[in-house]
Each structure stands twice: as C-alpha cells, then as structure tokens.
Nanobody, 123 residues
Framework: QGQLVEYGGGLVQAGGSLRLSCLAA????????IGWFRQAPDKEREFVAA????????HYADSVKGRFTISRENAKNTVYVQMNNLKPEDTAVYYC????????????????WGQGIQVTVSS
C-alpha cells in the first residue's frame, strides 16, 4: 500500500513560477518512478513529467519541455516539479503517481495516486 500527497499548488500570474511537491509514503521509495499528470476541466488527464526509479531519467510532455523540471530527493521520499513561465493553459488539477519498478508514461500503468492539487494561472 502507498499514499501520495501533493503540495504547493495555488494561483499565479502568467509568467510566474510554482514548485509542486509529492510526498510518497511507500515502502521502498527508490523502487518507484514518480509521474506528474494534470487534468483541466472537460479534458482528459494528460502526462506532464516523470522521473525514473532507476537512474533518475526524466521525461516531459512537449507542452512543458523547457519550462518544467522534475527532480527527486530520495532521502525525503519526495519528488518536485519546478514550473516556470507558467501559462493559462497550464491551469489544471495536478496529480502525482507512483509506479513500481516501471517507467510508464501512461496513467493506467501507475500503482498509486495522490488526491490532486489545483494550479491556476491567470492571464
């Protein structure tokens, strides 16, 4: 069993920055890849970024490349996503998810999910 909690959401103006954190209560954090997804109103959940359990390789959606940076701090069971130059189209509920010894980019392949946190970018 695992639990994930997201922190750091809120309201920011376009061009601003936010850092989201994902605290994962899992038995062996270093065995989990962590992904971030987002869902805007009336849209499907979409992949944002992920960081691998094995070597820390990172993956990004094209829409956030160059603006978002994902990182992990294993000693704190935490993954961060630094979001810079935010745009109104980044407005969504952001979810973190954990996948055991896997590096999926597809939501259905993740084992545990957080409850989500709102990010709103005003124009």
């Amino acid at each position: 069993q695992g639990q994930l909690v997201e922190y750091g959401g809120g309201l920011v103006q376009a061009g601003g920055s936010l850092r989201l954190s994902c605290l994962a209560a899992v038995r062996t954090f270093t065995s989990y890849s962590i992904g971030w997804f987002r869902q805007a109103p009336d849209k499907e959940r979409e992949f944002v970024a992920a960081i691998s359990w094995n070597g820390g390789a990172t993956h990004y959606a094209d829409s956030v490349k160059g603006r978002f940076t994902i990182s992990r701090e294993n000693a704190k069971n935490t993954v961060y996503v630094q979001m810079n130059n935010l745009k109104p189209e980044d407005t969504a509920v952001y979810y973190c998810a954990a996948a055991y010894r896997n590096d999926p980019l597809t939501a259905s392949l993740y084992d545990y999910w957080g409850q989500g946190i709102q990010v709103t970018v005003s124009s």
